[in-house]
């Protein structure tokens, strides 16, 4: 932006155009300071002044910033901030608009924990690949951490509320403090010589990098990734990240999603289960029906023992009723149902005396019933012969009558049949002769 010698900018114009040439000048930069004047207002924004032995520059942090610091600043505190230098239109104040504020000296703890970040990214640790899963349900968890950590309690107590079957092993050893790293290290190497869990999780409780610092410290990170049992690390709160954090199989928010990812939800599985066997029931019934309907299918099938098929099919229909109707009083129905079957059989007991008497009895009368029929049969049959005899044509030519016949061996009935010299056939009771027609006329009387 530039302007004529001659141009005349109002208060507000100039401090517009000042603050644009100092933000883009001057990008976010780190600045180390003493705190002093520190005024924590009402809507949560923090003012300041940081200065050192030779100058001094106002500073703001806005509400939505200083929420996630882990500290509360006081005048006199080193601090180092990243800032966006920035100019206050209204009052023409020069000042940093902080983004970030850490104790002064954690630049060195923060230079070290990304150069080992780096260092261990490159070799790999941190892939995906040698990530492993946890196993579902662990016959047995470790935990390394002090015995004194509230973290401790937190784990303890959500294990057994999610699977209290589950037993426990704590790996005692400091999370903080001079050589702590190495006795964390010598923890998670004891969990693996010992072989006594098939799930580790390292934790402790929120606090400052420095407290935090033994859990990004090589010795640690070597230790979990060479570890056999797969590690969960909680260590911190939500927006820590420690090196153990990206070497450790799974890295929780907190100890107690530490925990949760660890153990199975106790009450969960059982609804799960209780969910998995009414599936179980309803997928038996289902293949049962469906071999129903196929026993029908080939029942239907079968010809020659379909009825055989049937009476047992319906005996099965009948006990399984039975079976799931009366389990209670299974032994009583089933009393209940031999002596009805003995009376029954006592009932149907055939009389052999009896049958035998009736048996001579049906065998006499047949008897009389054939020899009656064959002495009916017999007399009908002489009534037909001699009706026959009766129509018998050489009997009424016995009596004097004669069959005459034409030529072509026709019967004669009547004399217009025939012609004045035709031949004719003429038959006796004994013997025949040929005639000749000579005359002829009606019926003589």
């Not at 930069?29 to 009402?42: K, P």
């Not at 030779?54 to 500290?71: G, N």
């Not at 005899?389 to 009424?396: A, I, K, M, T």
Request: charged fraction near 25%; aromatic fraction near 6%; include cysteine.
């Amino acid at each position: 932006m530039s302007f004529d010698k001659n141009t005349v900018l109002s208060v507000r114009e100039f401090n517009s155009a000042a603050k644009q040439v100092i933000e883009a000048g001057l990008p976010l930069v780190w600045v180390r300071g003493e705190i002093s004047n520190f005024v924590g207002a009402a809507s949560g924004h923090w003012y300041f002044s940081l200065k050192d032995e030779a100058a001094q520059v106002r500073c703001v942090m806005f509400r939505h910033k200083s929420q996630y610091l882990d500290f509360k600043p006081a005048n006199g505190m080193q601090v180092e901030v990243l800032a966006l230098p920035t100019l206050y239109e209204a009052r023409g104040d020069f000042q940093l608009t902080l983004e970030k504020m850490r104790p002064a000296g954690l630049g060195a703890l923060y230079e070290a924990f990304e150069k080992l970040k780096r260092k261990l990214e490159q070799e790999g640790l941190f892939d995906a690949e040698r990530k492993r899963a946890l196993p579902f349900l662990p016959r047995q968890i470790g935990i390394v951490t002090s015995p004194q950590a509230a973290a401790l309690r937190d784990v303890l107590r959500t294990l057994a509320n999610r699977m209290p079957g589950i037993p426990v092993v704590l790996y005692p050893t400091p999370v903080q403090g001079e050589g702590a790293g190495q006795k964390i290290a010598a923890a998670i190497r004891a969990a693996n010589e010992r072989g006594e869990c098939d799930t580790l999780i390292v934790c402790r409780g929120g606090g400052s990098i420095e407290d935090l610092w033994a859990f990004n410290e090589e010795v640690v990170a070597r230790a979990i990734a060479t570890s056999r049992i797969p590690v969960v690390s909680g260590v911190g709160h939500e927006t820590d990240f420690t090196i153990a954090d990206f070497v450790a199989d799974l890295r929780a928010a907190t100890p107690t999603a530490a925990a949760q990812a660890a153990a199975p939800d106790g009450a969960e599985l059982g609804q799960r289960l209780q969910h998995s066997a009414a599936r179980l029931a309803r997928a038996s019934m289902r293949r049962f029906e469906q071999h129903m309907q196929q026993l029908d299918y080939l029942q239907r099938r079968l010809v020659h023992p379909a009825q055989r098929m049937q009476q047992q099919r319906q005996h099965l229909e009948q006990l399984q009723q039975r079976l799931q109707l009366a389990q209670a009083h299974a032994v009583q129905h089933q009393q209940w149902r031999w002596q009805a079957l003995r009376q029954r059989l006592r009932a149907v007991r055939p009389d052999v005396a009896e049958l035998q008497m009736r048996q001579t009895g049906y065998a006499h009368r047949l008897h009389e019933v054939m020899a009656h029929n064959l002495e009916r049969r017999a007399s009908r049959l002489t009534t037909l012969q001699q009706h026959l005899q009766h129509l018998d044509p050489r009997q009424v030519l016995a009596r004097g009558y004669s069959m005459v016949r034409d030529e072509h061996g026709k019967i004669v009935v009547d004399s217009a049949q025939i012609a004045l010299g035709a031949r004719l056939d003429v038959t006796f009771a004994q013997g025949w002769a040929r005639a000749e027609v000579k005359e002829k006329g009606g019926n003589r009387t």
